[in-house]
């Protein structure tokens, strides 16, 4: 993916109508194709715990151009250098696959009193529950736009990874659509940012800060996963102005 790309083309015209549809296809293509490959890979690290070899590439600095788009692209420097100083840090652990798996583990997988559960439902519905309203919702959007989760990912449709993956299912279907098609599909991949993840996505980072582990990778993940939707509603926002 190459850094250079705009996550903010210039808006011709005001209003929602001039902001969304008159940006050029090409442009709107490449900034949405963009947006997709960011909520695919922040997907697949709440998804699964690091590979050896994932870690590897990691270290070798397979994750650089999307680090380096939302350094300049999304003003997301503190965060990105929080997050690579976390991989500088995997260098001195005896066995940081095992580590970051411990920490996976802790962070998302055990007792929720101490943990930080990526289900919108434990954060959303005020009595830290699972499977709760939130979750409903989140299982009628899947439904009602044909989009199904593999069966070896055995989670309910709220969990972050899911929810990631579905915001890049979203991003790619904008990214096919020309003038005088965008409206309906970008207002409702605006309202899923506002109502379904920026509500609870600071919470969870913040527990993710508080929690105990061996690396600050996966709080460090948390906390560029938080900024980067913020910043995706706002520059939303800002083409619907």
């Known amino acids: ?38 909520c695919r890979w922040l997907a ?8 050896s070899d994932m870690l590897s ?16 692209e999304y003003a997301l ?25 411990a920490d996976f583990a802790e962070l998302f997988l055990v007792d929720a009193r101490t943990s930080a559960p990526p289900y919108a439902s434990f954060w959303n519905d005020g009595e830290r529950l699972f499977q709760s309203e939130t979750a409903q919702r989140m299982a009628k959007r899947l439904a009602q736009s044909g989009f ?4 070896e990912f ?13 915001l890049a299912f979203r991003c790619e279907r904008l990214a096919g659509l020309g003038k005088g098609d965008r409206s309906e599909e970008f207002e409702y991949t ?24 061996a690396s600050d990778f996966y709080p460090a993940i948390a906390a560029l996963t938080a900024g980067y939707c913020r910043q995706l509603a706002d520059n939303s926002n800002r083409l619907a102005s």
Not at 4 to 33: K, Q, R
Request: aromatic share 6%; proline share 4%.
């Open 1 to 38: 993916m190459s850094t250079s790309t705009s996550t903010t083309p210039p808006v011709n015209g005001s209003g929602n109508s001039a902001g969304v549809e008159g940006i050029a296809d090409e442009s709107w293509a490449s900034l949405w194709e963009s947006e997709s490959v960011v």
């Open 44 to 51: 697949t690290l709440f998804s699964t715990e690091l590979t």
């Open 57 to 72: 590439r990691y270290s070798k600095g397979e994750a650089a151009p999307i680090l380096e788009l939302l350094r300049h």
């Open 77 to 101: 420097e503190a965060e990105v250098k929080r997050l690579e100083n976390a991989l500088g840090g995997l260098t001195v652990l005896a066995s940081a696959q095992l580590e970051l798996a």
């Open 148 to 151: 199904s989760v593999t069966r």
């Open 154 to 166: 055995n989670e309910p449709a709220d969990h972050l990874a899911i929810m990631l993956v579905y």
């Open 190 to 213: 605006r309202e899923y940012l506002r109502n379904e993840l920026c509500n609870w996505l600071p919470a969870f980072a913040s527990r993710c800060n508080q929690a105990t582990t």
